[in-house]
């Protein structure tokens, strides 16, 4: 009994420095979720263009944070967490002004869309330099055995700046116009620059590190099913509101929000759940339930039954990440966590990047309610590949 009273002040203190970093987190996801259900239908209504176009616009963001884990990596490893971030967010401001100049310029389509690309761009690099340094200032701030912990509270923090960045992303441009997200974006960014100027970073780890490549090979058996699972969030953050306009719905941010809260309820009532039973076989429970989300989603034929869908998609993907995360990052020396992490990202990235071109392809052929099907069969794929990981590591295969 005597122990009791200091055990919960230590996990409480541990949290709370998992908090402290994985604000970065936040305000970085707030600023990707605000144009999130806006960008789509302004591409497309606003200046003219294809779905295939808009879901490039999404997709381009993903493929630069797909592009600049490397660099990220290097950086968090080399130079330090803190000096990582903070160049994540000043691509951030100026991606907040060149979403600002874009909505200047709607005349000129074609500018306005190559203004929009480049801010993307950078707001995708700024996620890749942001992700890596918040998760290895926190595993290295907390120690290794709570990686899961750092990994799940840096979730919690992304999808709920989603679920909340959506619907005020829809209120802005509604209210005051496209031009008001990219003034947001900016001036998020400028204040979490002078919040991290206070905040001491750790000393960088001396000592022998993997290439980018050879860390990719070995978290890549891990990282492959991470993409297929990841592919249905992609499918569902780029292409619901267009979903929802072909079934004359109303209200897709709902459906983002519904799916961000669903994934961080699933978080916070089962945190220690990898822990208890392992990495392959949280991600092999949780895939399946993301398979049912996608599906309803597929097959629904009313908008509450498209949240409820959205919302199994959201609680079945929630543990996925760390769950396969802890398996991966135990592939990597500490001396290359960065670039683990970095490699381990790229596979969630590419999802992200492949689902915008890729789905809007299906749409323009199938419809978008069948882009929820093949995000469902992939997803069910990957519940075979971690059944297969599964059993390799107990026959000791791997």
């Known amino acids: 009994m005597p122990a009791a009273p ?12 998992i908090l402290s ?93 190559m203004l929009l690309l480049v801010g993307r761009v950078l707001l995708g690099v700024a996620q ?13 701030q907390v120690g290794a055995e709570h990686t899961a912990r750092v990994i799940s509270w840096n979730g ?49 780890v001396r000592g022998e590190r993997l290439p980018f490549w050879a860390a990719f090979g070995r978290v890549a058996p891990c990282g492959l099913a991470l993409t297929l699972a990841s592919i249905g969030y992609g499918t569902l953050t780029t292409f619901v509101t267009l979903f929802y306009l072909e079934r004359g719905w109303s209200g897709a941010a709902w459906c983002l929000s519904a799916f961000g809260v669903c994934f ?55 543990l996925v990440y760390p769950a396969l995360g802890v398996e991966a990052i135990r592939q990597v020396p500490t001396t290359s966590r960065g670039a683990g992490l970095g490699a381990y990202a790229v596979f969630f990235d590419l999802a992200l990047a492949i689902a915008g071109p890729v789905m809007g392809f299906v749409a323009a052929h199938l419809g978008y309610a069948w882009i929820f099907c093949v995000a469902a069969l992939l997803s069910l794929f990957g519940v075979a590949l971690v059944t297969l990981l599964l059993r390799r590591s107990v026959t000791g295969g791997m």
Request: with cysteine; charged share 5%.
């Open 128 to 140: 890749g330099l942001i992700g890596v340094g918040t998760l290895s200032w926190g595993i290295g």
């Open 156 to 204: 919690i923090a992304s999808y709920g700046a989603i679920a909340i960045g959506a619907p005020v992303g829809v209120f802005l441009a509604g209210e005051s116009g496209f031009w008001s997200i990219g003034l947001a974006l900016t001036v998020l960014a400028l204040i979490a620059l002078l919040v991290i100027r206070s905040q001491p970073s750790l000393p960088v």
């Open 21 to 113: 970093i994985v604000f970065y987190t936040f305000i970085a996801f707030i600023c990707i979720g605000l144009p999130i259900a806006v960008l789509p239908g302004h591409v497309h209504d606003v200046l003219g263009y294809s779905a295939v176009v808009a879901g490039l616009v999404i997709g381009i963001q993903y493929l630069s944070t797909l592009l600049s884990r490397p660099m990220a990596g290097r950086l968090a490893d080399s130079l330090g967490t803190r000096r990582s971030i903070a160049y994540g967010l000043i691509g951030i401001a100026l991606a907040g002004l060149l979403t600002w100049a874009s909505a200047l310029v709607l005349s000129l389509p074609l500018v306005s869309l």
């Open 6 to 17: 200091s055990a919960s002040p230590s996990s409480l203190s541990i949290t709370l420095r």
């Open 264 to 318: 961080i309820c699933a978080r916070l009532l089962f945190v220690n759940a990898v822990n208890q039973w392992g990495g392959y076989r949280v991600a092999i429970a949780c895939m399946t339930v993301e398979t049912l989300g996608l599906a309803l989603l597929w097959l629904a034929p009313s908008p509450v039954l498209a949240l409820v869908g959205a919302g199994l998609t959201g609680f079945g993907l929630s």
